[in-house]
DNA sequence: GCCCAAGCGTTTACGTTGTAAATAGTCGTA
DNA sequence: TACGACTATTTACAACGTAAACGCTTGGGC
C-alpha cells in the first residue's frame, strides 16, 4: 500500500486499541441481557459507526435490542450516558500494553502515553470531541486524560523522576494542551475526510471558491497535505525537550 | 484589586474585544426589525448568558421579541445558525485594533494574533468550543482560525517574512494546534469556576472524594492554581523559538 | 404446589425541540 | 382601491428526553 503506515491509526496495528467489551448487539429480549457495561459498549459502537447525532436512547435502545426506556434503569440520562462513555474510552488505555509498561525514563513513559491517547483518538473520531468538551470533575482535571485515576499516575511518575511538584503539575498541563490541540484537530479533519459525504461533497469550497484568496489557492495542495503523524511527532519532542529544560523548577 | 490584570481578559480592557453590533432585544414586533445580523448578534449574547443548551429557535425568537419561526426567513436551520454565530465572533478580530497593526515582524504579529483569539475566547467561553468543534469549510481548514480571510492573510505574511510555502503551512497549523489546546482548556475551566453552581458545587470532588488519590490530594492547591496568563505567554514564546527554527525549510 | 416480593422491560404520557406548510397582516405602487 | 411582495404568526407533526404506571418473569419460603 503506501511506503509507512501511521502506527497509531486503527489500521497500523492489530487493532490493539479497539478493545471494546460490548456484548453482540440485539442479542434477544429478556432480562438480564442487559446492563450498564454492555449499553455503554453499544453507544460507543453506535457513534463510532454514525456519529454522535445518531445517538439517542431510543435509536440505542432498538439497537441494543430493547425499548429505550430500559436503560434509565442502569443510567440515570442522557448525559450521563455520554459521561460513562467518556469514561469508558479513556479507560481502554488500561488494556493497552504498550502504554502500561513501566519506565523510569520520564520522557519515554510521556511518548508512549501520547501514543496511546492517540490511539484511542484514532479509533474513536467521532468520539473524541466529547472527550474534549465534556465538563470535567473538576475544574483543574484536563481533557484527554481526563480520570483521577491516570492523573495520579500521571503526576506520581513524574515525581518519582525528580520534578518538583509544581514542575510535575506544568507537565501535566502542557501534555494537557498539547494532546487536546493535535487530537482534536487531526479527527477533526479526519472526520470531515470520511465524513457524511456521498457526492462531491457540497461542504468543501471548489477551486472556484477561492476565487477571492490567490495565496489559499496555491497553497491548497500543501494544506491538504496529511502529515499529522510526523507533526505529532515532532511537537512531541518539542514538548519533551521544553520539560527538560522546565526541569525541577 | 488584584496586583496584575490579564490583559485579555474582559475585564481588564475596556471591553475593546466585546464588540456586539447586537440591536437591543425585545426591540418590539413588527415587520423591518429583524435581519441575520440582529439574530446572530442576540443568539451569541445569549449563549454568553445562558450557555448553550438555552439556545432554542424558540427561545432566541421570544429574546428578540418575535416568534421563533420568523428566525427561518433569515437562517436556514439550527446548524446554519451555530455556523454563523461562530462566523461572527471570528469576525470580532476585524474591529480588534491590536490586532490590525500591520508589522514586518512575524513574530509580533503571531503574538498579536494570538492575544487577539484569547480575548474573544475569553469573552466568550461558551461559544468557544463551538469554535472548536463544528465541522471547518474545508479539512485544511483548522480552529480556531477557521476563516478563509485570516487564513489568506495570515500565508500572506508569513510568506512575505521570507517563509517558504511548506514553512508558512506549518506555521499555520502549529499555530492552531497551540490556540486550540490552551484556550479551549482555559475556557472549560473558567467556565467551570463561574458555571451554573449555585450551591457548594456537587460536581466538584470535595477532598473526601480523593481519598485514593493521595498525590491529588497533595497537589491539588497547585492544580486549582489559575497561571493561564502566564502559561500561555511562555508556550507562545516557545512556539515562536520554534517557527524560528523550523525557519525557512 | 402456592404466594409474594423484587427486579426488569414495556407502555403510556407529557413537555420541548426543530422545522414544513398554511395563514394573516402590512406596505409601497399602480 | 386593488394588488402583489415581504414579513411574521399560526398550526401541525415527528422525534426527542424522561417520569410514572404497568405487566411479566423469577426465585425463595411455606
Not at 500500500?1 to 478493545?19: E, F, I, L, T
Request: charged share 20%; glycine share 10%.
Amino acid at each position: 500500500m503506501n511506503a509507512k503506515v501511521d502506527p497509531d491509526s486503527p489500521r497500523g496495528r492489530g487493532s490493539a486499541a479497539a478493545v471494546l467489551p460490548a456484548a453482540e448487539p440485539g442479542a434477544g429480549a429478556g432480562p438480564g441481557n442487559l446492563d450498564r457495561r454492555t449499553i455503554l459498549g453499544g453507544a460507543i459502537s453506535m457513534v463510532d459507526r454514525d456519529g454522535l447525532r445518531a445517538l439517542t436512547m431510543r435509536k440505542l435502545g432498538s439497537y441494543l435490542g430493547v425499548e429505550g426506556m430500559a436503560l434509565y434503569r442502569y443510567v440515570p440520562g442522557r448525559d450521563a450516558l455520554l459521561d460513562g462513555m467518556v469514561e469508558v474510552v479513556i479507560d481502554e488505555l488500561y488494556g493497552d500494553p504498550d502504554v502500561l509498561l513501566s519506565s523510569v525514563d520520564w520522557a519515554d513513559y510521556l511518548r508512549r502515553l501520547a501514543h496511546g491517547i492517540r490511539r484511542i483518538a484514532l479509533a474513536h473520531p467521532q468520539l473524541f470531541p466529547l472527550i474534549a468538551t465534556r465538563p470535567p470533575a473538576a475544574p483543574w482535571v484536563r481533557p484527554p486524560l481526563r480520570s483521577l485515576r491516570w492523573m495520579e499516575s500521571f503526576l506520581q511518575n513524574f515525581r518519582d523522576c525528580g520534578f518538583t511538584d509544581r514542575a510535575a503539575v506544568a507537565a501535566y498541563q502542557a501534555f494537557s494542551s498539547f494532546l487536546l490541540g493535535h487530537l482534536l484537530l487531526e479527527v477533526s479533519a479526519q472526520g470531515a475526510d470520511i465524513g457524511p459525504m456521498d457526492e462531491p461533497d457540497p461542504g468543501t469550497p471548489q477551486a472556484s471558491d477561492l476565487d477571492g484568496y490567490p495565496l489559499l489557492k496555491h497553497l491548497k495542495p500543501l494544506l491538504s497535505e496529511n502529515r499529522s503523524a510526523e507533526v505529532f511527532e515532532s511537537s512531541l519532542e518539542l514538548l519533551v525537550t521544553h520539560l527538560e529544560t522546565l526541569g525541577k523548577n
